[in-house]
């Protein structure tokens, strides 16, 4: 039986009693609990419980993530996507050095806020369950002395004369599967720790227990830390012990290396995001002056629960208003229903609408980032997203309407020539590629000449993008914009929505930075082509 029949009839299969029951689980909901949603909540639930009162798990954190197409995997259930042939597909490293090395994009209008707000905007709403790190000990793929590898190993082979990693010997990188889900569905499939709603998780984490780690419990404030150099300074983040983040440990052992302590474990990643982690900290807890100063009878939890309310308000305005146009254009705003109100309420929200990320998203499309900084490791980015059973590139095309590409003729005036010509060297069929290495070499859509008005991606990376933001905003009871209407017991009055949309990110360094006299109105653009 060929992968795709397989797929069309194991969910009719009923496989209690039998070797594959704990595999794939029939009929099997790992969710159940004695948690009751109620309309009349007025704040989210840290973990995106009972954001769908009619589905209360979707979107929560330790969910499956969904599929917008379905799985490719090699064997139909679980090894990485073949060829069409069947065979493997060709190394990673190999592609990225010649498809992706010999990319000439210039995103020459935006600045390197587009790039970390990004990532923050990725740790927002995605992390895969992962084998590795303090909890779990670190699962070994390269150099073992073994030839039986441990089954979530998929670990990348380097050739000799590789051109970076060659001078230093390496050959081999460790890369290790994400941890399959326990779900309703079969082929594999893998949670997302976080929520996937835009909540401000990396913030005020996806679990309870991680929240209460980061609460001050006085005055609706998180907790926070005086600048050691300057008491006179602005507060920094606290530090984190080692049962709060593993980011840090390995470093930890070889010496006196201190990690800051937030919502999301990835925070202490790069300087620049634990500065964006820093700013909406300080913003949080200045939210919480303010409104202490006005509401004096309220206590730390209304207080608290107020201000977090706020931020996030904050975070899904500017990720809507300055970070997405740019990313996806005027005309994919439209085309998605991603455009802003500027005066009263949203009125799409859909409970049928789930708002889990979609692996193609979370693997691919999103981390165009890559290509905004040098390339070196978008080899991982075509690994992640075989290892997760994430169909071709030419499957996303015609999900998303487009021309399917028969022969590598047809990519020209759709893909860089340098790319197109790097695919035909290191790939045996169109239907090969991997969505990652043809969406990042796709050309971007333009008008009246050399002008772009289509953002910054090409239409496959759009097409995705987009469906997700579409869902975030649809499928959020809580989104900022919506009002009381049978969908949520405690909107913002239209007064109060009126001051969030005056937010912008550069309003937010401005309130939470040093020394700061001046600064560009959308800090995601260049001031020449604001």
């Known amino acids: 039986m060929d992968k795709n029949t397989l797929a069309e009839y194991l969910h009719s299969l009923d496989l209690n009693s039998t070797v594959m029951e704990s595999e794939c689980p029939y009929n099997y909901d790992p969710m159940r609990s004695e948690r009751k949603c109620s309309f009349d909540q007025p704040y989210r639930e840290i973990d995106g419980f009972c954001n769908n009162i009619k589905y209360p798990f979707r979107g929560s954190s330790n969910y499956p993530a969904q599929r917008f197409i379905p799985a490719d995997y090699g064997d139909g259930l679980n090894e990485p996507r073949r060829s069409v042939k069947g065979e ?48 779990f000990g670190n699962v070994k793929c390269c150099n073992t002395g073994s030839a039986k590898l441990h089954p979530l190993c998929m670990k990348m082979d380097f050739p000799e004369d590789d051109a970076f990693f060659g001078q230093y010997k390496v050959t081999c990188m460790e890369v290790v599967r994400s941890l399959p889900a326990i779900d309703t569905d079969c082929p594999r499939n893998q949670n997302n720790d976080v929520t996937s709603y835009i909540d401000g998780s990396p913030i005020y984490g996806s679990t309870i227990e991680v929240n209460n780690r980061l609460r001050a419990f006085s005055r609706g404030e998180l907790k926070v830390q005086q600048n050691s150099l300057n008491p006179r300074l602005k507060t920094l983040m606290p530090i984190a012990n080692i049962s709060t983040t593993n980011q840090c440990e390995m470093r930890r052992k070889a010496g006196p290396y201190k990690c800051f302590a937030a919502g999301d474990a990835r925070a202490n990643e790069n300087s620049l995001l634990i500065v964006f982690h820093t700013l909406f900290f300080r913003e949080h807890n200045r939210i919480a002056q303010s409104l202490q100063k006005i509401n004096p009878r309220w206590n730390d939890e209304r207080l608290y629960q107020e201000s977090r309310r706020i931020l996030i308000a904050e975070i899904q305005h500017i990720c809507f208003k300055e970070f997405i146009p740019i990313l996806l254009g005027q005309s994919n705003l439209e085309k998605f229903g991603l455009g802003l109100k500027n005066t009263g309420y949203f009125v799409g929200y859909n409970q049928e609408v789930d708002a889990s990320v979609d692996h193609g998203f979370v693997t691919a499309a999103f981390r165009f980032g890559h290509s905004l900084i040098k390339n070196g490791f978008d080899c991982i980015e075509l690994l992640r997203g075989r290892e997760q059973g994430v169909p071709s590139y030419n499957e996303w095309r015609e999900f998303c309407g487009l021309l399917r590409y028969r022969n590598w003729d047809d990519m020209r005036n759709h893909i860089i020539p340098s790319a197109i010509d790097g695919m035909r060297a290191t790939y045996e069929n169109v239907d090969d590629v991997d969505i990652f290495i043809g969406g990042v070499a796709e050309i971007v859509l333009r008008k009246n000449g050399a002008k772009e008005s289509d953002g910054i991606l090409g239409p496959t990376f759009s097409c995705i993008i987009g469906n997700q933001y579409k869902n975030f905003r649809y499928g959020d009871r809580f989104w900022y914009e919506n009002d009381n209407s049978n969908i949520i017991s405690h909107a913002f009055t239209p007064r109060q929505l009126q001051e969030i949309r005056k937010v912008r990110l550069s309003r937010v360094i401005c309130d939470n930075s040093y020394t700061i006299d001046s600064i560009s109105r959308n800090v995601f653009i260049k001031p020449d082509f604001e």
Request: aromatic fraction near 6%.
């Open 88 to 135: 493997e597909l060709p190394n990673a490293r190999i592609i990225s050095n010649a498809v992706l090395q010999t990319n000439p994009k210039n995103h020459s209008t935006v600045t390197n806020m587009m790039m970390i707000f990004g990532l923050l905007m990725d740790h927002e709403v995605a992390f895969a369950s992962s084998p590795t790190g303090f909890m």
